[in-house]
């Protein structure tokens, strides 16, 4: 039987609210994340006021529905499926979704044609627009994670080839210690700061960038399983703060709230590091599908 | 905290040093990245033969800029149906990319002020000093907020740029912004991006 012809559940409105909770209502573990940050800043401080605005904008979009930023970014999407569930057809869901979402204003028309400068209107673009990576999984839930990453952020983003000479920074951790707080000190306030750093070791350039930004997918806090990189993990949150950038780069204590590191296969021949900025604005959420229950996080 | 209104005059804006905070009331337009080409390549360079409603356009351009403001912003809009627009979602977009035309296009104009986020480099600062001009950061992300300071969207040019690129013709009532970059001179970003220049080189140098 064709897939488009197996019967399967119709998600099209489940993911359209999972666009829209996304979009609006940034994760609990976030806001508690940037609250605690407030009172890091000093009174009166451009830093505090940035602080205290983003705070206020939290509130104002999850109670009205509206984007958190203007830049509804690329939607990412990842998608674990149980055996049977047609991957054609969530696809086809997730772009329905993603076009109606559009009309509803909770996205901003975003994907525009690279060779024409046309904007499609609908978000949807070739078939890399939306971005969807489907899993197989043995669990009997599905499960529907999406991230907005905003532009501003993703052009901060940076790939270094190790060894990086002009750093001083050689194929160990403590080079991709390096060129991180570079990758850190280059973006500035232009990533939105406060930000949180998805961080590949290994890899091809392809897979590094994406690796980069899955592990973006975990919540807050979530230390690698690893002591060695876990531990690098918090020393490059605490040193990226002592460069004094600030939020949005007026100064200040907090500049990188969490880094997340994922290491992976290299060829001997190369060692790529892959830095993803995530704004403040880290818009992710989930939803399950187990039997009859639908659950967003 | 300060409050300016558009049209600004030039004494309003060498008034203003880096660091103050600013309540901006009155006209603005939206302008970021196609709409800087486009006004580079067709008015300023003339690379690029008027076409369509350009010169129409630019007409209706040069009156709502003198003195005014130009807001590195694509918002989210709601009523493009009906036309009954409003913004829903308007904080700014990064805006060192107009970096190689934010000068030209202040003096070409005389606009007064550019709001967007990330701060600009050396030449729009020395557009700064020239037209003379400032720079406002507002808060990156916070787009429900901001939006709520816009109180009225009179219109949109370049529509064929696509909602994000088109520039809105908007009023706004106390639009909160910091200014980053003055007409004397002075950028905080040149001072934070040294100060931070110097703890990484000081990190590098750290043993593992």
């Given amino acids: 039987m064709p897939a488009l012809e197996v019967p399967m559940r119709d998600l099209t409105n489940e993911i359209l609210e999972l666009i829209r909770r996304t979009s609006s209502s940034l994760p609990p573990d976030v806001e508690k994340r940037l609250r605690e940050s407030i009172e890091k800043e000093e009174p009166g401080s451009a830093a505090r006021g940035a602080l205290e605005t983003i705070l206020k904008n939290i509130d104002l979009s999850r109670a009205n529905s509206t984007p958190i930023c203007q830049d509804t970014g690329t939607p990412i999407f990842q998608v674990h499926y149980p055996v049977g569930w047609s991957t054609i057809q969530l696809k086809a869901q997730i772009r329905a979704a993603m076009a109606e979402a559009t009309k509803r204003s909770y996205m901003r028309p975003n994907a525009v044609d690279a060779i024409y400068d046309k904007n499609t209107g609908n978000n949807l673009g070739g078939d890399d627009f939306p971005y969807i990576h489907f899993e197989e999984t043995e669990s009997d839930e599905l499960t529907i994670e999406l991230m907005l990453k905003g532009g501003g952020c993703e052009n901060v983003g940076r790939q270094y080839s190790l060894p990086e000479n002009s750093l001083g920074a050689g194929r160990d951790l403590a080079g991709v210690r390096k060129v991180v707080l570079d990758a850190v000190q280059k973006a500035q306030g232009q990533g939105c700061a406060p930000g949180v750093l998805g961080v590949s070791i290994g890899g091809d350039r392809g897979s590094s960038y994406i690796k980069s930004k899955e592990v973006l997918f975990s919540e807050m806090g979530t230390r690698n399983e690893d002591p060695k990189l876990a531990e690098l993990e918090e020393r490059l949150t605490k040193e990226s703060n002592e460069m004094g950038i600030g939020p949005m780069g007026f100064g200040g204590k907090t500049t990188v709230l969490d880094t997340k590191i994922v290491g992976l296969s290299r060829l001997p021949a190369s060692y790529f590091v892959s830095v993803s900025y995530m704004c403040w604005a880290y818009r992710r959420r989930k939803l399950t599908v187990k039997d009859d229950e639908v659950i967003y996080d | 905290m300060k409050q300016i209104t558009t049209p600004v005059s030039d004494e309003a804006i060498r008034d203003l040093k880096v660091g103050d905070t600013v309540a901006i009331s009155g006209m603005m337009v939206t302008g970021r990245d196609a709409a800087h080409k486009w006004m580079i ?168």
């Fill in chain 2, 41 to 208: 390549d067709t008015f300023i360079k003339k690379t690029r033969q008027p076409q369509g409603d350009d010169l129409q356009v630019y007409e209706e351009l040069k009156k709502l800029l003198k003195g005014s403001i130009i807001y590195h912003c694509g918002p989210v809009v709601t009523g493009l149906d009906t036309k009954d627009y409003k913004f829903i979602a308007a904080g700014p977009t990064t805006s060192i990319r107009e970096e190689p035309y934010q000068a030209d296009v202040m003096k070409h104009f005389n606009v007064k002020g550019v709001i967007g986020k990330g701060g600009m480099g050396a030449k729009t600062l020395k557009g700064c000093q020239e037209t003379p001009g400032v720079y406002f950061h507002a808060i990156g992300g916070a787009a429900s907020f901001l939006a709520q300071t816009v109180t009225k969207v009179h219109g949109v040019f370049k529509m064929e740029f696509g909602v994000p690129e088109a520039m809105w013709l908007i009023e706004v009532k106390e639009f909160p912004v910091v200014v980053t970059m003055d007409s004397h001179g002075g950028s905080q970003h040149a001072v934070i991006d040294d100060a931070s220049k110097k703890v990484l080189d000081e990190l590098l140098e750290k043993p593992y």
